[in-house]
């Protein structure tokens, strides 16, 4: 039975010599009265009944309708295999560049009674003559009286365009209600997922893939009616390449194990035929971004944060289209930069706005590339994270034999946080550093007085500045130096 | 007795080294036959009933073996087993040395096969066949005229080689520009020049194989060196057809070579003829003829004119 | 093929551009050599690959080339290079874009090579006018079908151009030449190129 409530019954006949034989069935419970029907075929159905005997009576009729035989049965539940619908493959596609078949199936357009598992067997098929390459069970459950679409997706190992693929799938229902044997569905009718390799062009794929180190690459070869398959080369030649398998009439295909990494341009495959034709691909194999290594994110003037990191393994892969692409991510605002620097710089670099009234940022660098994906992230308070810039434009102001004012300035508003300046002051011998403590100030403008100077003597200035501890992150540069004679002794 | 000999010769081929079996033509294999190997009979540690059994032949074993019918002595079959070897991968070559009328392909088998191969020759450019026109001699050779000129497409040759015991063939391929070698200068010629102790002028021809010198003019490469010492000098000259050696050494014998390559593309030439010279030298002032004559020795393989002022002894005096 | 009509008479400035002409195809091909054994080897290629299906490249390969007037020699060695630059521009911008963004050497010297060709079409083009030849017309052919190629296409067809480019070289040295050979009805050759130039 294939739904629990009529049976299907066949049987064979002992002389199957003439031909003209035609049959009376007829099926009933103990006491009631039987049902029959006559028929031609050795085949007939009846209503399924679950609990108890039904008795089962054939009588044989020959081609000038003498009756040759009669036989009875007595069939219970448990002498009746329940067979599921075989189910209808709705809708198979193809992502080409993922290499994905999708499938979308239901129950042979039918309905289950109530809730039951189920269990699917799906089948791959490929090549000339047909073979199966996959064979996966799926399990799911059939929610009763439910119209119920399922689907299931399969990677395969070669590009779909390589050959024609097909697809079936059978269903085992666990009835637990059902005391008869339970068997697997027939297969579904192929579904078909057709390749390029129809005899009507010459190419090979993938097409420009790009493929992790370490991983087994695939290349196909299609080609054209008439032409002769000669060879498929591949340019890496430390490459182990297995021998080519024929897949159809006009299609090849070589595996790459365990790839290395390709050269800038991409390592090519490349695919000779006869007469004369010739066709290739690019593949470039490469790595997935590592995780962005030494993130530090840093102010100098509360405009801007500088956040700085570096990629860490080189990807080996690069271009627009293939190298890793990074965006620092900040949570609090939600905002977003995306680098568009340099190619593989040795730091990478992106500016993010400081925002009004926001100190405590949670940045994150994001960096992907055509093999996946990697970031870090880092919670700052940006006055944690004051790098003041180089102090310029020193000037000496109020000069005087034994005391001067030394300004300078410091770009960027640095008003939220107090700083600390070290003046250094040399006159030939061992330098001396005088530690001022100053307010951050917006006018940029910074000055300190010296005095205890020596009169008429050659000074050089230099000055540093930080933020003050606790806030201290780094000091700033060294200033130029700054060469000053004080004025000589009234 | 008298062996009739009315039958037609056959002729069976075998591989040096390996066992061959000769039938009896179509007598009965268990029949009563005796042999003869170019008419000395063989003694019956060779037979295998009627059939003829030799081990291991090698190029002795050729020659006419003679099957007769034991009791009438009547000659049953007769044939000529010639041994030799499968041809060799044969070695090919193409080379244009009148370009741009076209090239010739020449081959040869790296060893003997000790019997007849024939050789079948495909020339394809451009994914067409081209004629490759054989010489009436040198056999093994055949030319090709250019279609086009300065294609950037391959010729393709591909050479087949086949005998009775096997075949072989080689392929190659080139471009237009790579085979082109002109035939070494002809008509070397190197000679002192009066009152230049230190100078020899040279003069050569272009090889009377290369068409069109104005359209494709050559450039020479000269080597000389004093017979006494090994190493050459050489001066690569991009036009002309001489060349005055301003740095010889005096009274020095010199041997003088030079080769050709087209000015743009290709190979060099091989050295042409070697011609030896020596420059002029001083002649002595107050001394006789008899007493010391200076030794000069201008010898070269070509015409040579002798400069009036220099003395010259004849050689075959000279060496006794 | 049109009759040669050549007015009498080579200037000695039509000598001089023809020699520059020249020492510029040499040093060109020379580059040209030695950036396709280096444009093989960075693209993976093999040399030996057979270029003969890859199009839309101007072919040195010609059949009755000694008898091509003074006019069609130049005119088609002009518009091989006018294509020839649009051909560069084309490989130097893959290059760049996609295929070796970071080799900034070798992009130089494509770029050379490229101003090797556009010097090259100034100067035939100046050769033209001078020789009062008709300039043909400039065809400013697209980059034609260049999106669906594949990279492995895009890398031959960049090859067959460094190929096809060596050669048009020889082949330009060699017009130029019949430029300076007598025709049968002896006319004064028209320029007398300096082939022979000492190395």
Request: hydrophobic share 35%; charged share 20%.
């Amino acid at each position: 039975t294939h739904d629990l409530q009529n049976v299907l019954c066949s049987w064979t006949t002992a002389s199957a010599t003439d031909l003209g034989l035609s049959y009376k069935f007829c099926y009933g419970l103990r006491y009631s009265s039987p049902v029959c029907e006559k028929t031609q075929d050795n085949r007939a159905q009846m209503t399924l009944n679950s609990f108890g005997t039904t008795f089962v009576g054939i009588e044989t009729f020959n081609s000038s309708a003498n009756l040759i035989s009669k036989n009875t049965f007595r069939l219970r539940e448990e002498n009746i295999s329940y067979v599921p619908i075989t189910p209808q493959i709705r809708n198979l596609t193809a992502n080409s560049s993922a290499r994905t078949l999708n499938l979308e199936w239901n129950y042979g357009g039918l309905l289950v009674p109530f809730d039951m598992d189920a269990t699917w067997q799906i089948r791959i098929l490929r090549k000339d003559p047909i073979e199966t390459v996959a064979l996966e069970t799926y399990d799911s459950k059939l929610p009763g009286n439910t119209a119920t679409i399922l689907s299931w997706s399969w990677t395969s190992d070669i590009p779909l365009e390589c050959t024609t693929h097909y697809a079936q799938i059978r269903c085992y229902l666990h009835l637990e209600v059902f005391s008869g044997t339970k068997t697997w569905s027939e297969w579904s009718p192929l579904a078909k997922m057709p390749g390029q390799d129809t005899g009507s062009l010459i190419k090979m794929f993938p097409v420009d893939e790009v493929a992790q180190v370490g991983t087994n690459l695939t290349f196909c070869c299609v080609w054209k009616r008439g032409q002769s398959f000669k060879k498929i080369g591949y340019s890496n030649y430390s490459a182990a390449l297995s021998p080519p398998v024929r897949l159809s009439n006009w299609s090849a295909v070589i595996y790459v194990q365990n790839a290395n990494k390709s050269i800038e341009a991409g390592d090519n495959a490349w695919c000779e035929v006869d007469p004369g034709d010739f066709t290739g691909t690019t593949t470039f194999v490469g790595y997935p971004p590592d995780t962005p290594q030494n993130l530090s994110c840093e102010t100098s003037d509360f405009k801007e944060i500088t956040c700085e990191w570096k990629a860490g393994r080189p990807t080996n892969l690069y271009s627009a289209e293939r190298r890793t692409n990074y965006t620092l991510f900040e949570s609090i605002s939600g905002k977003n930069v995306t680098y568009n620097g340099k190619e593989n710089p040795e730091y990478y670099r992106c500016n993010f706005l400081v925002l009004n009234n926001q100190r405590i940022y949670n940045f994150t660098i994001h960096g992907s590339n055509p093999l996946g994906q990697s970031e870090s992230s880092l919670l700052i308070n940006i006055n944690y994270r004051v790098h003041p810039q180089t102090p310029t434009a020193l000037t000496v102001i109020n000069n005087s034999p034994t005391h001067i004012t030394l300004a300078w300035q410091l770009s960027g508003n640095l008003m939220p946080i107090m700083l600390q300046c070290l003046v250094r002051i040399n006159s030939g011998g061992a330098p001396e550093d005088l530690n001022v403590q100053l307010n951050g100030t917006e006018n940029l403008t910074y000055s300190v007085s010296i005095d205890k100077l020596r009169p008429y003597t050659k000074y050089v200035f230099q000055v540093r500045c930080s933020a003050i501890e606790p806030f201290f992150w780094k000091w700033s540069r060294w200033s130029e130096n700054k060469h000053h004679t004080t004025l000589e002794a009234p | 007795a008298q062996r009739h000999s009315q039958q037609d010769s056959h002729t069976q081929y075998a591989q040096l080294g390996k066992d061959v079996t000769i039938q009896c033509g179509s007598v009965d294999r268990g029949a009563v036959v005796t042999w003869t190997a170019n008419n000395t009979d063989l003694d019956a540690s060779h037979l295998n009933g009627s059939w003829l059994v030799l081990r291991h032949v090698d190029l002795s074993h050729s020659g006419q073996y003679s099957c007769y019918e034991g009791s009438s002595w009547h000659l049953k079959y007769r044939v000529n087993l010639k041994v030799g070897t499968p041809p060799k991968e044969p070695v090919l070559m193409c080379r244009s040395n009148n370009y741009p009328n076209g090239f010739y392909c020449s081959w040869h088998l790296p060893s003997p096969t000790y019997i007849p191969d024939s050789f079948n020759i495909t020339v394809k450019h451009d994914s067409k066949e081209i004629v490759c026109e054989k010489d009436a001699s040198p056999k093994n050779r055949c030319y090709i005229r250019y279609l086009h000129l300065f294609s950037t497409k391959k010729y393709k040759v591909t050479l087949t080689v086949t005998n009775a015991l096997g075949r072989n063939s080689t392929t190659i391929s080139f471009d237009e520009f790579a085979i082109v070698k002109p035939d070494p200068p002809e008509n070397v010629v190197a000679k002192p020049i009066p009152n230049n102790p230190r100078r020899l002028l040279v003069t050569w021809q272009y090889p009377s194989t290369w068409p069109d010198p104005d359209s494709f003019p050559l450039k020479f490469f000269l080597r000389y060196r004093p017979l006494i010492i090994d190493y050459w000098q050489h001066v690569e000259l991009s036009d002309g057809t001489s060349h005055i050696i301003t740095d010889a050494y005096a009274g020095k014998e010199y041997i003088i070579q030079v080769a050709a390559k087209d000015n743009e593309i290709g190979t060099w030439s091989d050295w042409s003829v070697a011609v030896h010279a020596t420059p002029w030298t001083e002649e002595p002032k107050h001394l006789t003829t008899e007493a010391q004559g200076t030794e000069t020795t201008t010898s070269s393989t070509s015409a040579f004119v002798v400069p009036s002022t220099t003395k010259m002894y004849d050689s075959e005096r000279q060496a006794n | 093929m049109a009759a040669a009509r050549r007015s009498p008479g080579s200037s000695p400035h039509h000598t001089d551009l023809c020699c520059r002409t020249v020492l510029l195809l040499r040093k060109m091909r020379a580059d040209v050599s030695r950036l396709l054994e280096a444009y093989v080897e960075k693209q993976g290629l093999d040399k030996n690959f057979s270029l003969d299906l890859v199009d839309g490249v101007p072919t040195a390969s010609t059949e009755q080339w000694s008898e091509a007037s003074d006019a069609e020699r130049l005119g088609d060695n002009l518009k091989a290079y006018w294509a020839f630059q649009t051909l560069l521009n084309e490989i130097l911008e893959e290059q760049r874009s996609s295929l070796t963004p970071n080799d900034l050497d070798f992009h130089e010297s494509i770029q050379s090579v490229l101003l090797q060709v556009s010097a090259l079409a100034y100067q035939l083009e100046e050769l033209m006018v001078m020789l009062e030849h008709s300039v043909p017309a400039k065809e400013l052919e697209g980059i034609r079908g260049a999106r669906e190629r594949g990279l492995f296409e895009k890398k031959l067809r960049g090859m067959k151009v460094l190929q096809e480019l060596a050669h048009w070289s020889v082949r330009s040295v060699r017009d130029l030449r019949q430029l300076s050979k007598p025709v049968q009805t002896g006319a004064i050759p028209h320029v007398s190129c300096c082939l022979a130039l000492k190395k």
